[in-house]
């Protein structure tokens, strides 16, 4: 592996674990058009596929269906007053961000959750003040798997892409950091369906824990490919 200055990483099912709220902002949100509540461990594999997802099983509309947009603001105003719940961290991460804090290596986040929403929930976690740079959906124009966001993070922290890593929990992060030019990380524990294969979206590791990530870093033994 390369000595890096940058370690970037997927928000939801990488870096923390936001599928409670999510899910019971969805059912909130159903809970309100009179249907019938979903399932936590029917819906858990899909949450980094984003609100679209969520009212995809929701309410079987997705983009360019007329009631998207409007269910899609709706769904996003009750999250945001309920966006702090039960969301933390997964264990281990707070070690290995003061691990990379004390060895100098700056760490961001580039997530197709709308930014603002991002920023909160970062500031809750108690971690704003050491994030290098944060992307989110809305940012810019493009979207991941469009590699622009990757690299618009890559120049806020000020680090050339074939000196940092991308690290997410679907196809869309790895092509994303691929297409950047970036080392790519699949990781196994996040929010996969299981129809879906890490080994299969072409990344340069597919690592299956949070401590895998320092051992990759620091001791190049990921356990993956």
Not at 14 to 28: E, F, P, V
Not at 89 to 116: C, M, Q, S
Request: charged share 20%; with cysteine.
């Amino acid at each position: 592996m390369n000595s890096f200055d940058l370690v970037l990483f997927d928000f939801d099912g990488t870096m923390a674990h936001t599928a409670h709220d999510m899910i019971n902002a969805l059912n909130m949100l159903l809970s309100q058009h009179d249907k019938p509540a979903v399932a936590y461990k029917d819906l858990r594999a899909h949450v980094s596929n984003g609100t679209p997802a969520l009212l995809r099983h929701g309410f079987g509309c997705g983009p360019g269906d007329p009631e998207f947009e409007p269910l899609r603001d709706e769904f996003l105003e009750i999250y945001q007053r309920h966006l702090c719940i039960d969301t933390v961290l997964y264990p281990g991460f707070d070690a290995l961000l003061a691990r990379l804090d004390d060895t100098g290596i700056a760490w961001g986040i580039v997530t197709n959750k709308p930014e603002h929403l991002t920023r909160q929930i970062v500031a809750h976690l108690g971690i704003a003040s050491r994030v290098a740079c944060i992307v989110g959906g809305d940012t810019l124009k493009q979207r991941k798997p469009d590699p622009e966001p990757v690299t618009h993070a890559c120049k806020l922290a000020g680090s050339a892409p074939e000196k940092s890593v991308y690290i997410g929990d679907s196809w869309r992060d790895i092509e994303a950091g691929r297409r950047a030019g970036l080392t790519t990380v699949g990781v196994s524990y996040g929010y996969i369906p299981p129809d879906d294969d890490p080994q299969q979206w072409g990344a340069d590791i597919v690592i299956h824990a949070v401590e895998d990530i320092a051992g990759m870093l620091w001791n190049n033994r990921a356990t993956g490919r």
